[in-house]
């Protein structure tokens, strides 16, 4: 575990973390004035390899050869230039008011809280030195960032506890459920709520759509049925010439048996703690693993059923009550675009003729039904 030190004065400034895997959905922006919670788990940080925020630089201005150093394949819109590595934590792991406090005129654009857009926003009680920028703006997940340049990380004493085993983490973990109630900010009637396809989903689908396209090889690929079906196949028979598949995905992980022979493609679970992708026991070069957040997959590789169980009389604790069933979302779904673009553009192989192809199309806007 680690604890957070000013780089100016070495002030104390969050509690003891344990690092993490960065979630898919770090960078997401969604809806419109939808009330996100908090991004990290209480108790842990991820470190964001990439810039984040201002100041930003339009692609005209960038040589290719720096974008490439920095991993980027295909023209972006913008680039920030702040500094990367920040750790991201969940606020209420910062000390509070007593060793931070908020910069006023860092506000940024937000319209109901704040968005990180002017930079950091926090800065060290003790010596005033910026530290972290705190996003709690609408529509974004709540989180603070610490500036790598501006803190330092501290190893806490004690025992470091290994990572989980994939079965321990089958069995600890909990599957994220593909459907929620997403709150918007009140109008004068209170709060307002609606059921949508998860914000989780539609940023680890996008990261995954991603790697299944450079997966495709440009040809036709097959899902399998059920949930995965209508998360990525109606995107992919768009995205990818028409005709028979002429590849095959399919999920695979722990407690999962292997895979077939004839499966090009396996949908895979990243490890929460370590970031490490599943792997199996005999991987073949032939074969493409996409990653999936655990949660998800989880989900995927075993879903939950919504089958209420008539029972007379008191309904026992395991038993589901015969309720109505949660509505659904009356939309298709829908990935993430932004996680989409900004993993795909990452990708070396998005230099391939056909791959910039359906970057240029996305930019402009003929594939809006998809995202």
């Given amino acids: 575990m680690f604890v957070f030190v000013c780089a100016g004065c070495g002030a104390e400034l969050t509690t003891p973390l344990s690092q993490v895997s960065l979630p898919a959905h770090a960078r997401q922006n969604y809806g419109n004035g939808a009330q996100l919670p908090v991004l990290m788990k209480s108790g842990t940080f991820a470190v964001d390899p990439d810039p984040w925020g201002g100041p930003w630089r339009m692609w005209d201005e960038i040589d290719p050869g720096e974008a490439q150093a920095r991993g980027i394949y295909a023209p972006v819109y913008a680039l920030s230039d702040s500094t990367p590595g920040a750790s991201v934590i969940a606020p209420g792991d910062i000390h509070g008011t007593r060793l931070t406090r908020l910069i006023p005129d860092k506000r940024g654009a937000a319209c109901c809280g704040l968005d990180g857009a002017d930079g950091p926003n926090m800065a060290c009680e003790e010596c005033d030195l910026p530290v972290a920028t705190r996003i709690d703006d609408c529509s974004l997940w709540q989180a603070v960032r610490l500036n790598s340049d501006a803190v330092h990380r501290i190893p806490v004493d004690g025992i470091h506890a290994a990572p989980l085993s994939w079965a321990e983490l089958t069995e600890k973990e909990e599957k994220t459920p593909p459907f929620e109630q997403i709150a918007t900010w009140g109008g004068r009637l209170g709060p307002n709520h609606y059921w949508s396809w998860s914000p989780q989903w539609e940023a680890a689908a996008g990261q995954a759509l991603a790697h299944l396209l450079i997966a495709s090889q440009g040809q036709p690929v097959k899902v399998p049925g059920g949930l995965t079906a209508d998360v990525f196949q ?129 930019t402009q806007g003929t594939s809006a039904n998809l995202f």
């Fill in 234 to 362: 109606r995107a992919l028979d768009t995205l990818l010439p028409a005709g028979p598949p002429k590849r095959r995905a399919d999920l695979a992980g722990p407690g999962r048996p292997s895979p077939d022979s004839d499966v090009d493609i396996l949908l895979v679970p990243i490890h929460p703690q370590t970031n490490q992708t599943w792997t199996p026991t005999s991987p073949t070069a032939a074969t493409y693993l996409v990653p999936l957040p655990l949660g998800v997959w989880l989900w995927l590789a075993s879903p939950q059923p919504y089958l209420p169980i008539p029972a007379s009389g008191r309904i026992p604790q395991d038993v589901l009550r015969d309720d109505p069933l949660p509505p659904l979302p009356n939309y298709l779904f829908r990935a993430d675009r932004e996680t989409f673009h900004h993993t795909l553009v990452r990708l070396p192989a998005v230099r391939s003729p056909w791959l910039r192809t359906i970057l240029e199309n996305l």
